[in-house]
């Protein structure tokens, strides 16, 4: 099944529908403010060491743990280019509905669209990934 591409406003739709908003950036960059009520699992995160931005390696770990693979996905990132790439490693683990947030936040924060600082406890990637660990033990 091809990955559809939608604009922000027609997502925000989706979302309101019952969709899930997966934002992709970093922490830090979730951190800073992203669409309400999005969820934050990053592709790529700052290395605790070095700082660079490095793959994720519990990227598709969490996201099997959180989400059945028919699960109404929405992904986002900073402009639509590591939501992409997340849909389409996501699709090879089977993920069947996905859809890339096209513009991610930059389109997204000055079309009006609501946006946050808080992050719920059902979205804090933290908390996610602690229950990625759980599963496995």
């Not at 939608?6 to 997966?22: F, I, M, N, W, Y």
């Not at 951190?31 to 700052?46: C, R, W």
């Not at 979205?123 to 033990?137: I, K, P, T």
Request: with cysteine; hydrophobic share 40%.
């Amino acid at each position: 099944m091809p990955i559809t591409q939608l604009s922000v406003t027609d997502a925000r739709q989706e979302q309101v529908a019952g969709a899930t908003l997966v934002d992709v950036r970093s922490t830090d960059e979730f951190s800073a403010g992203h669409p309400a009520g999005a969820i934050s699992v990053p592709l790529l995160d700052a290395d605790e060491d070095t700082g660079q931005m490095m793959p994720n390696p519990d990227f598709v770990r969490v996201m099997k743990a959180t989400f059945p693979p028919g699960t109404a996905l929405l992904l986002s990132c900073r402009t639509g280019g590591r939501s992409a790439r997340a849909a389409q490693i996501l699709e090879a683990f089977g993920f069947t509905q996905l859809t890339n947030v096209e513009g991610g936040y930059e389109a997204w924060q000055p079309s009006g669209l609501p946006t946050e600082t808080s992050t719920p406890a059902e979205g804090d990637y933290a908390a996610l990934l602690a229950r990625a660990d759980a599963v496995e033990e």
